[in-house]
T-cell receptor, first 112, second 114 residues
Framework: DTAVSQTPKYLVTQMGNDKSIKCEQNLGHDTMYWYKQDSKKFLKIMFSYNNKELIINETVPNRFSPKSPDKAHLNLHINSLELGDSAVYFC???????????FGEGSRLTVL | GNSVTQMEGPVTLSEEAFLTINCTYTATGYPSLFWYVQYPGEGLQLLLKATKADDKGSNKGFEATYRKETTSFHLEKGSVQVSDSAVYFCALSDRSGGYNKLIFGAGTRLAVHP
């Protein structure tokens, strides 16, 4: 029973296309995140939602639009994909406390 | 701003060797500190954590002590195994702005050979 699950796991698409990645958590956490991991494994936060409300937006291009229909789901939609968007995108969740995050397995996006 | 610096890899060791991966941080206040591990093709898993100065986190033979005086949280293991080969990330909890996020170091790849 996966705690944080993302779909799809792999996504290959052409430049200029629009794509979405979905994330769901069954931990009952209030806060969810999207992180981007580049080819050098560097992890950077993109967005965070708390109870469906956007609380962190880290200077991400507005081609990226997160949506949280409820506190258990956080989706990421990307418009007009560019080569530089190729990365692994990780969803995570947390509850108030010591700051520990629980991560999904990642979604590898390849833009050709 | 808050940041984490960890030693560059790759670190290559023989099985049963001693491991140290250095991690230092810059932060205002007193963040919690974490080590996460990423095995090939997988997501990040929490390895251990410490929430206040002088706390020692430990798990699966790995240890790290929260050292406020040196702003460090070095990861150690006395005897590594081939199965420990992975990328290790040091992280701190950043609560500036009123909301929590984790700030990660650049990751250190560990390769253990038989």
């Amino acid at each position: 029973d996966t705690a944080v699950s993302q779909t799809p796991k792999y996504l290959v698409t052409q430049m200029g296309n629009d794509k979405s990645i979905k994330c769901e958590q069954n931990l009952g956490h209030d806060t969810m995140y999207w992180y981007k991991q580049d080819s050098k494994k560097f992890l950077k936060i993109m967005f965070s939602y708390n109870n469906k409300e956007l609380i962190i937006n880290e200077t991400v291009p507005n081609r990226f639009s997160p949506k949280s229909p409820d506190k258990a789901h956080l989706n990421l939609h990307i418009n007009s994909l560019e080569l530089g968007d190729s990365a692994v995108y990780f969803c995570a969740s947390s509850q108030a406390g010591d700051g520990e995050l629980f991560f999904g397995e990642g979604s590898r996006l390849t833009v050709l | 701003g808050n940041s984490v610096t960890q030693m560059e890899g790759p670190v290559t060791l023989s099985e049963e060797a001693f491991l140290t991966i250095n991690c230092t941080y810059t932060a205002t206040g007193y963040p919690s500190l974490f080590w996460y591990v990423q095995y090939p093709g997988e997501g990040l898993q929490l390895l251990l954590k410490a929430t206040k100065a002088d706390d020692k986190g430990s798990n699966k033979g790995f240890e790290a002590t929260y050292r406020k005086e040196t702003t460090s949280f070095h990861l150690e293991k006395g005897s590594v195994q081939v199965s420990d080969s992975a990328v290790y990330f040091c992280a701190l909890s950043d609560r500036s702005g009123g909301y929590n996020k984790l700030i990660f170091g650049a990751g250190t790849r560990l390769a253990v050979h038989p």
